[in-house]
Every structure is written in structure tokens, then in C-alpha cells.
């Protein structure tokens, strides 16, 4: 089974304490995911909860031709106002490992993400992979970098690898 990997950085406006209350909060998932995706966090989860070591997540989620799948996702790691970790237990993936990095910088927060996947399904997913999951991934990331960049500004210095 092929692993691959993608990063994305992008840098935000505002305080660490404002970056890291909006993306640790998984109620907001749903606001920086393409309309398109359906995305729908089935937890029963409080409205000011934020994510702690142990956390079971649930979604519905339509990540590719509009098919509706549930997922379930663990985060496995925080370290408050640094970085979270979220890793998938059930779901579309054969494998899902996602960092979420926090670091303040002069004029806000450097945010960096690095994801692992895998497919599955060997020979067939690494085809997958290659005509539309990797596309997809990405443009999911791509509307993420505009949905915070318009929810929290734009900086003259702002990147996607």
C-alpha cells in the first residue's frame, strides 16, 4: 500500500489564542470544508468543546462523487497552542495522519499541516490516487487556505506546497 504525503502552510493575521481557539474546536470543521462535501460532524460534541487527547469525532462526509460515508476520526495528540494530531479510525481512507502545527510569528501564526494517506486496494488505488483522490485532497486544502483567509484576512506572505 503506497503512503503519500502533502503539506500545506499558510499564514494567518491574528493572535496564536484566536488561531488555535478556531481550529481546535471541531464545530468550525464543517466551516472551512467545501459545501460540496457534505460535511456533517455527527458527534454529540458541546458547543465550546475543544479537541483533547482521546477524542472520538464523527462526520458523514461526500468526499468524492457525492457519496455519503461515514468517518471517525481520533485525536491523538495536543500539546495546547502547539500542534494536534488527528488520525482516522474508520472511514474512506486506508490510512489518515494529519498534523496540525501552530507557531506565532511577527504579524500572527504560521499554521503547517502535514498529511499522510493511503488508499488501499493496492494496484487500483495508487490509480485512484493519481486521476482523482490526491486532486481532491488538495482542492479540499486550496478551499480551505481562501475560507480562512476570509474569516481572517490576508498577509502579503502566504504559501501552499
Known sequence: MK??????????????????????????????TPESMTFDVTSPIKKDEKMYPGMIITYKVAPLLGVKLNWMTEITHVMDKEYFIDEQRFGPFAF??????FEEIEGGVLMHDILHYAIGFGFIGTIANEIMVA???????????????????????????
Open 3 to 32: 503512503t503519500y504525503r502533502l503539506e500545506f502552510t499558510q499564514k494567518i493575521p491574528v493572535s496564536l489564542d484566536v488561531a488555535w481557539d478556531f481550529f481546535s474546536s471541531p464545530q468550525n470543521l464543517s466551516e472551512i
Open 96 to 101: 489518515w495522519h494529519h498534523n496540525h502545527h
Open 135 to 161: 486532486k481532491k485532497v488538495k482542492e479540499i486544502f486550496n478551499f480551505r487556505y481562501k475560507k480562512v483567509e476570509e474569516l481572517f484576512g490576508t498577509v502579503e506572505y502566504a504559501t501552499i506546497f
